[in-house]
């Protein structure tokens, strides 16, 4: 096999290998950062592999048994590596080059890859060399996403290269070890010339997106005021989804510490007095590790979230909150990226109440093997747009709106869904409800209307190739109780506490800053935020004493901060309940 003329353009696998170097190959110097796992940890320790290498490039390596990507690594003989993400930014050198051996303990990589390449970047290193996984014992259907996910990648990013491992070994069986994954001391010599080979044929490296990033400052904090409820308010929903704001059309991302005040009432068919707002926030490439705090223009800032992105990701969420002075509401991050804001409706004094269901109800799951209301219902096409008839469901039958939980199953790579009122003819609005990455579960909420283009007809359009998952959590109904919106404020934070152990309800005392419980109320709208859970899995709240529901509001991934926007009814005393199917800290905030 010969290797590819070019790594930029495809991945490749190395030659046969020679007995001896070839003597007319001159030595180029590339520095060179190597990150590996146990699986690249033979080099480190093979004075022969080393010496292969350092004839032909200068490199530092670094490799470690039982490291991850980015996530928490997993514990070898008592003892917890650093992360990949972790060992780049400790690093002190300057590099050209970055090759990355690790991902074989991690379940998805999707994410990690945009994180460390935009950790790269900020190192001013040239170019990114990714070394893909021999699709080989228990875990091969996870090692084979991976590649995929990988392969998604390399078109995403000019300045990735992929190394056709996988290829490679399964041409020369006798490189794996008895587990098909670790190396034996030929697989050990020819990792060697083949990352030398890799690095030989790195060109000049590829022009770079506008590194927006850099034009990032911190900008002061704002000042507020006790904000002045409006009073109970009704629902009313857009006939579309509209954008209101698109920081990349500006010249700079918002700032470290910025906050962006975004005029809605009276604007883009929001009326005058519209006293609240449901939008879906985007923070889009963010510049480093960030949240987002969304609150009523004019008021204290408050100690809440409603996005949380690592550094490179593009992460969306939904939220209900009020409007302040001059009929803005205002965004604040905590670290730089550029911001999307898309309205879906607003709350004026009239209009419709919101009722919460007693449990979500799953309208659609596309997945094999499930039927839900569509039973010739099956994976979507990228591009594609699902027709949910809502309208035959009992419950949604007169509502003008719907509170939704959607999520993307297995994505096959990386890409969006946008949630929007029928006909589905009709033309697609601009924006965007949930961000997907290749092989990652993710859920975000939608409000959508109800009554445009036929009887409870919504769409649903994707992308990326993706099965789905539709569950309503609330429909609005004439009668029903109006929306009480408040400050955001955070009621549970169990970092200040007690983390939720897998298998656990945590119940909820709904007093926040000196409010009685909303004893009065039917329901809650807030956010619901999962921090640093230990294994992937998913959240679900519900009124307490009710069973715990066969839906989720929240689907995690190790070591994450993962946020959804939730609506839901009260239960004992006031109460809520939140069960996790993993170990992790949760947040709670309301706004309604």
Not at 24 to 52: H, N, Q
Not at 548 to 564: F, T, Y
């Amino acid at each position: 096999m010969s290797p590819a003329t070019s790594v930029q353009a495809a991945p490749f696998a190395p030659a046969n290998l020679p007995t001896a170097l070839p003597a007319a190959v001159p030595p180029v110097v590339t520095d060179t950062l190597i990150i590996g796992d146990s699986v690249l940890a033979a080099i480190e320790t093979s004075s022969t592999a080393r010496a292969t290498l350092a004839a032909r490039h200068s490199f530092a390596i670094d490799a470690k048994v039982c490291r991850r990507l980015i996530a928490r690594s997993c514990a070898y003989q008592g003892v917890t590596p650093p992360t990949a993400l972790d060992t780049l930014q400790a690093d002190p050198g300057a590099y050209g080059t970055l090759i990355i051996g690790v991902g074989y303990n991690d379940v998805a990589i999707g994410g990690a890859i945009d994180t460390l390449l935009a950790e790269a970047r900020s190192r001013g290193i040239e170019h990114v060399v990714w070394i893909n996984y021999h699709e080989a014992g228990s875990y091969s259907a996870i090692y084979a996403q991976h590649n995929a996910t990988l392969n998604a990648k390399r078109v995403e990013y000019p300045d990735l290269s992929v190394i056709d491992w996988d290829a490679a070994v399964s041409e020369h069986r006798d490189w794996a070890a008895a587990d098909g994954l670790h190396l034996t001391p030929a697989g050990t010599q020819a990792m060697a010339v083949t990352i030398a080979d890799a690095l030989d044929k790195l060109g000049p490296p590829p022009p770079r997106p506008v590194n927006r990033c850099a034009s990032a400052r911190v900008s002061p904090g704002v000042s507020g005021a006790p904000w002045e409820n409006p009073g109970p308010a009704g629902l009313y929903p857009l006939t579309a989804p509209v954008r209101f704001v698109d920081t990349r059309q500006l010249s700079t991302p918002v700032d470290n510490h910025g906050t962006v005040t975004v005029p809605i009432a009276g604007r883009r068919g929001v009326p005058t007095d519209a006293v609240g707002v449901a939008a879906t926030i985007t923070a889009v490439d963010a510049c480093v590790t960030t949240y987002l705090t969304a609150y009523p223009c004019g008021s204290t800032r408050p100690d809440t979230s409603v996005v949380n992105a690592a550094a490179g990701s593009t992460v969306a969420n939904s939220v209900v909150v009020g409007l302040g002075s001059g009929g803005a509401l205002c965004v604040y991050a905590d670290g730089a990226t550029d911001l999307i804001v898309d309205v879906s409706g607003y709350l004026a004094p009239a209009g419709e109440g919101l009722t919460p269901l007693p449990s979500p109800v799953r309208l659609i799951d596309t997945r094999p093997g499930t039927t839900h209301l569509l039973p010739d219902a099956r994976r979507l096409a990228a591009g594609e747009t699902l027709t949910v008839p809502a309208g035959r469901f009992e419950p949604v039958v007169g509502s003008g709106l719907l509170a939704l939980n959607i999520t993307a199953v297995q994505p096959a790579g990386s890409g969006y869904l946008t949630v929007f009122p029928g006909p589905c003819s009709s033309p697609r609005p601009e924006a965007s409800n949930l961000n997907m990455t290749a092989g990652r579960d993710v859920a975000a909420a939608a409000i959508v209307a109800n009554r445009i283009g036929g009887p409870g007809d919504f769409c649903v359009f994707s992308s990326a190739a993706t099965d789905l998952i539709v569950d309503i959590e609330a429909v609005s109904l004439p009668g029903a109780a109006r929306v009480g919106l408040r400050e955001p404020a955070r009621v549970l934070d169990t970092r200040r506490s007690v983390i939720v152990s897998a298998g656990q309800e945590r119940r909820v005392d709904l007093i926040a800053g000196g409010d009685p419980k909303p004893t009065d109320g039917v329901g809650i709208v807030g956010n619901l935020t999962a921090v640093d859970p230990t294994s992937d899995g998913y959240l679900s709240i519900y009124p307490c004493g009710a069973t715990v529901p066969e839906v989720s509001n929240l689907n995690v991934r190790q070591g994450d901060a993962v946020a959804n926007l939730i609506v839901t009814g009260l239960g004992t005393n006031g109460e809520v309940c939140i069960f996790s199917s993993v170990t992790t800290h949760v947040l709670l905030d309301i706004s309604a």
